[in-house]
């Protein structure tokens, strides 16, 4: 019997865990290692901060796919993985071996790239304590007003922004003054990157729900305040960090080939470039011969080949190759329910984006969710 490890209950090992369950795997014990016992889906998470979502609704529970496709699922959280010896060891001191390992762990944000931020902000990965953090400061925020500042203007910084700035402005509380919204840009515009029309689009969000926009790098997190570049100091309550997403650190010592910034180097197949029984997909993995974007799209759209080429490593067949789509639809949520659609260069805003992004997010969550129990 092979031992398959899956590590990470990301959105790439959602599709390996239904190719599991409609054709079991013959001749292979299968694990999955994930710190929780569901996924929260990133692309209503926003959602759930504005207050459009309850966190239930964004969550996938992974132990029905699980027992569907006959994986034992262990909550752990890795914190070393040795490949010469394929051993994957947890933060409690247990160890799992394997004979083929799949990586859908994410990625990871550094504590200490900003003084001061590990001690007091709030960061936005992982994504289930941000979402429990945010949803008790809903509650805070019902009894006295907030001063919140996100740090990081990506497409993550901005859609929490402009949904913090509507669930806040949006929860019914005594008294007076109104929570205030500031976004920290790192000295760009806002949404860096994106075609000048969607940036357009996203100032325009941002001044309608009043966020206030600071053009300037963060330099240190202190209690109650936010240090910006120019030494001015944002007061704030709750700091969020949301600037981008790295490798998680425990890759450093891995033996695993790694790309300039210490992401997994995959090829068209996904295996490691180093060692070809690590396959990689989603934020964790870096494709040397068609660099994407770290996206939830690209990590779905991973999970097909993943599990095809999973299955024929393990039995028997020729790995396919896969090519990540070029362009992908982006939608960005912009705090009420609207939203900003952009493809290329084409962009729009407006009330039936928001409707249409949320028939995409809610059909995804169907697709992962259990059998309504019989009656
Ligand atoms: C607020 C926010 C909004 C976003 N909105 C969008 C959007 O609208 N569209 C979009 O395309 N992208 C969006 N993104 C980006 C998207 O979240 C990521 O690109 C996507 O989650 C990557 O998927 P993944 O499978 O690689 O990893 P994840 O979805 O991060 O899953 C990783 C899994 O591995 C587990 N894990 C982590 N570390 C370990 C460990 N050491 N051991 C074991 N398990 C571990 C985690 O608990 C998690 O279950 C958003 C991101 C944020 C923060």
Redesign the pocket.
Known sequence: MKRLVL???????LHVLQALAREPLAGAQAVL????GH?SY??M??GVVAGHYAPEQARIPLAPLCAAAHVTLVQ????ALDAAQRLVT?SDGRVAEYDVLSL?????QDRDALPGAREHALF?????T?VSVLDRLREQASRRALDVVVAGAG??GF??ALALAWGLAHLTRPGDGSSRVALVTGGTQPLAGYPTAVVAQGLKALARHKVTLFREACTAVEPGALVLASGARLACDVPVI?TG?GP?A?LGASGLALDERGFVSTGPTLQSTSHPEVLA????ASRWDAPHP??????VRAGPPLALNLRRFIGAGQLQAYTPQRR?LN???CGERRAIMAWGDWVAEGRWAWWWKDRIDRAFIRRFAPPDPVA
């Open positions: 590590l990470g209950g990301g959105h790439a090992h290692i994930t710190p929780h996924l990133s692309g998470v926003p752990g959280q890795a914190v947890l859908d762990v994410g990625g990871a936005v990965r992982p994504i289930e941000l497409a993550a859609e929490l949301a997403v998680p425990w997909a989603g934020d964790v770290r996206s939830g799209v690209h990590a992908t939608l960005l949520s």
